[in-house]
């Protein structure tokens, strides 16, 4: 079974279109993350959710929206995509202690052309 | 900047030798963290230190750590082909990733 799974893998589309990327973990983890990789494999976070509520918020546009439903679940929406968004966008979770191990899924490989 | 920084970036190096990367970083740690990254697949968690331990082992990988220094670093040794990926030392605690050494290791 895997841990931590988001969809799609991989995802091509148009600017100024609305995108969105599903994740899931199975580890009974109370906190989830997304994190942006860009192609020079620099690793940022982007939002931290802690049981259903949000914890971090780094310097991210307002046109990504991250929602999570329940604690096993959180989706990152984006509106009006622009090319600079291209990148890989990797979902993962830890249990809520700070500087526990993190699990992220396999990623998801956005194009914006 | 808070991200870590990794040297080398990049390693190239023959089947059998050892390995050496190093990470330096910028903030209080509780632990530090090495992660590898095949191609294409997300990160992979390999080994924890903690910042009242000097040095730690698992296997093949050997793990350091100088807090007077904030820095890190990962030896792997008797590389193998399979061990080809990129190599992130992390600071959880902080959600802080480095910059990442990529290693090829060549049959």
């Known amino acids: 079974d895997t841990a931590v799974s988001q969809t799609p893998k991989y995802l091509v589309t148009q600017m100024g279109n609305d995108k969105s990327i599903k994740c899931e973990q199975n580890l009974g983890h109370d906190t989830m993350y997304w994190y942006k990789q860009d192609s020079k494999k620099f690793l940022k976070i982007m939002f931290s959710?802690?049981?259903?509520?949000?914890?971090i918020n780094e310097t991210v546009p307002n046109r990504f929206s991250p929602k999570s439903p329940d604690k096993a679940h959180l989706n990152l929406h984006i509106n009006s995509l622009e090319l600079g968004d291209s990148a890989v966008y990797f979902c993962a979770s830890s249990a809520s202690e700070a500087g526990n191990t993190i699990y992220f899924g396999e990623g998801s490989w956005l194009t914006v052309v | 900047s808070q991200q870590g920084e990794e040297d080398p970036q990049a390693l190239s190096i023959q089947e059998g030798e050892n390995a050496t990367m190093n990470c330096s970083y910028k903030t209080s740690i509780n632990n530090l963290q090495w992660y590898r990254q095949n191609s294409g697949r997300g990160l992979v968690h390999l080994i924890l230190?903690?910042?009242?331990?000097r040095e730690k082992h698992s296997g093949r990988l050997r793990v350091t750590l100088d807090t007077s220094k904030k820095s890190s670093s990962l030896l792997i040794t008797a590389s193998r082909a399979a061990d080809t990926a990129s190599y992130f030392c992390?600071?959880?605690?902080?959600?802080?990733f480095g910059q990442g050494t990529t290693l090829q290791v060549k049959p």
């Open positions: 992390a600071n959880t605690g902080k959600l802080i």
């Open positions: 959710y802690n049981n259903k509520e949000l914890i």
């Open positions: 230190i903690r910042s009242n331990e």
